[in-house]
């Protein structure tokens, strides 16, 4: 059974750090890109960024450039998104995903994590 469980979102004050982590089972992933999603509330789900879990090519969202990294953990398909400079606007339910698909559309990612809530307050 194919898993994807994100963890480490909470409450944060505009200015502060998270760290979202996301764990993949139940399948090889090895070339599969795992992609960061967020959902503010009311609007739709929009790209964050992605990696490629062989040879941890990354891609962001010109929204966070520069504030938001992506990383992985070489030891198994553990993706982690380190959240930087965080402010009101970043507030959302952020998602992982995973696809073989360098893509940008969430319809292109056939694996979904329950999301965790980051809460950015000013």
């Known amino acids: 059974q194919v898993q994807l469980v994100e963890s480490g979102g909470g409450l944060v004050q505009a200015g502060g750090s998270l760290r979202l982590s996301c764990v993949a089972s139940g399948r090889t992933f090895s070339n599969y890109y795992v992609g960061w999603f967020r959902q503010p509330p009311g609007k739709e789900r929009v790209f964050v960024g992605r990696?490629?879990?062989?040879?941890?090519?990354?891609s962001y969202a010109d929204s966070v450039k520069g504030r938001f990294t992506i990383s992985k953990d070489n030891a198994d398909y553990t993706v982690y998104l380190q959240m930087n400079s965080l402010n009101p606007e970043d507030t959302a339910v952020y998602y992982c995903?995973?696809?073989?698909?360098?893509?940008?559309?969430?319809?292109?990612?056939?694996?979904w994590g329950q999301g965790t809530q980051v809460t950015v307050s000013s």
């Open positions: 990696i490629k879990l062989t040879g941890a090519r990354t």
């Open positions: 995903a995973a696809g073989l698909l360098a893509s940008d559309n969430p319809a292109h990612y056939d694996y």
